[in-house]
């Protein structure tokens, strides 16, 4: 196993990389992951309905950056997909993020304007001297009522904590909006890969100096195979160095229950439909045919529970762990040809677009030439 460039894992943030040293550095890379499928969480196929989906949960791409948006585009070709979302909830679908119509449905107003939204906002939001947790994030955006409708039981059901012991940053990454723009994102460019994702990755990946090798556990290789090799390691921080013997970072994990219904036009009214309330486990079911609007007789959904034990999905954001992560850091920055880089090795919540800027960053200020 003699390569230049070890990169241990095939998300995005692993194969950004690996590809930029292939091409820009001229280097041999080997990308090992050990899941059998390349893509990460990203990972997507078309199902026995013939009907794509992703298999780590519902991924939709949205970005204003240009960079990004230029990088993708080399690899895929892309269609727009504005995503809306509906949560149930007082037993009626309600658009989400909160907008006029969600304030008038759920707090029997008969607002029309921007003007009169803001005006209900600013008499229902709570002030708070400090934004220092997700309750307060929440509560000085949309008030009490539409919080605990919208954000408290999801927020649990999806971190198995109330938003007061969250990072308030978690609470913002949704717009609450003053008009009746009824998208889930606000970007510039939000658009769906036309053949998937693993396509994408595919392509990202199809390089003369790039071998992949999947089933294959980073911990398994023979350290003197690869002593020779920088190490670019997209794993979970904390997994990296348990012989020091710290406290384990915390992850949220996502169970799927799959359903798939013959002879079925549609189950529900969009792609994906948010269930805030305590009255269910999951906090989505996501329908994908709908996505791209996908052509078939039969229908597969999704239902996604958050769960504390399983694959590493969400860092958690609290602040034990945040004051955990800058130890594992410490220890990171000691080591010497091993980069750490990504959503897991960095412990940040990132979206698509932010994992694949990071990573391209780091390039730009590791390796470029
Ligand atoms: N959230 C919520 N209710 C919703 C949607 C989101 O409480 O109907 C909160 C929840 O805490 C979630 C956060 O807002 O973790 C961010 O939502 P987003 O859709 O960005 O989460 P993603 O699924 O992309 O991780």
């Known amino acids: 196993m003699t390569t230049d460039y070890l990169v241990v894992g095939c998300g995005l943030s692993g194969a950004v990389m690996a590809r930029f040293i292939a091409e820009e550095r001229n280097k041999k890379v080997l990308i090992v992951d050990k899941r059998d499928h390349i893509g990460g969480n990203c990972y997507d196929y078309i199902d026995e ?13 949205h970005t204003n950056s240009e960079r990004v948006w230029k990088y993708v585009n080399r690899f895929s070709s892309w269609t727009r997909w504005e995503h809306k979302v509906l949560g149930v909830i007082d037993g009626q679908y309600i658009p989400l993020p909160p907008n006029i119509t969600t304030i008038n449905m759920l707090c029997g107003q008969h607002l029309t304007n921007q003007q009169e939204a803001d005006d209900w906002l600013s ?7 400090h934004i220092d947790n997700g309750y307060q994030m929440a509560t000085s955006r949309v008030g009490e009522t539409l919080y605990e409708k919208i954000f408290m039981h999801y927020t649990f059901k999806q971190w198995g904590r109330y938003p007061e012991e969250l990072d308030a940053s978690v609470l913002a990454r949704i717009p609450v909006r003053n008009n009746f723009d009824d998208r889930y994102f606000s970007d510039k460019y939000q658009a769906l890969p036309t053949d998937g994702y693993t396509k994408m990755f595919e392509n990202i990946l199809e390089h003369e100096n790039i071998t992949v090798r999947l089933s294959c556990d980073y911990f398994d290789i023979e350290p003197s195979a690869i002593s020779n090799s920088t190490i670019i390691y997209s794993g979970p921080i904390d997994d990296f160095f348990t012989n020091v013997g710290y406290p384990k970072l915390e992850y949220r994990s996502v169970n799927f229950e799959i359903q798939r219904m013959k002879n079925t036009k549609f189950f529900q009214p969009c792609a994906h439909v948010n269930h ?5 486990p999951f906090t989505r079911i996501i329908e994908y045919k709908h996505l791209l609007n996908q052509d078939s007789p039969h229908t597969t959904i999704i ?8 694959d590493p999905y969400y860092p958690v954001p609290t602040k034990r762990n945040t004051e955990l992560y800058e130890q594992y850091k410490a220890l990171a920055e000691k080591e010497r040809n091993i980069h750490f880089v990504g959503r897991l090795a960095s412990y940040k919540y990132f979206n698509m677009d932010q994992s694949i800027l990071n ?4 390039c730009d200020s590791n390796f470029s030439i």
């Open 359 to 362: 990573a391209l960053e780091y």
């Open 123 to 129: 008499r229902n939001q709570l002030k708070h001297e």
């Open 276 to 280: 805030p309330g305590p009255e269910t």
């Open 49 to 61: 309905n013939g009907i794509r989906i992703n298999k780590y949960g519902v991924h939709l791409f």
């Open 303 to 310: 239902s996604e529970t958050s769960c504390s034990d399983g």
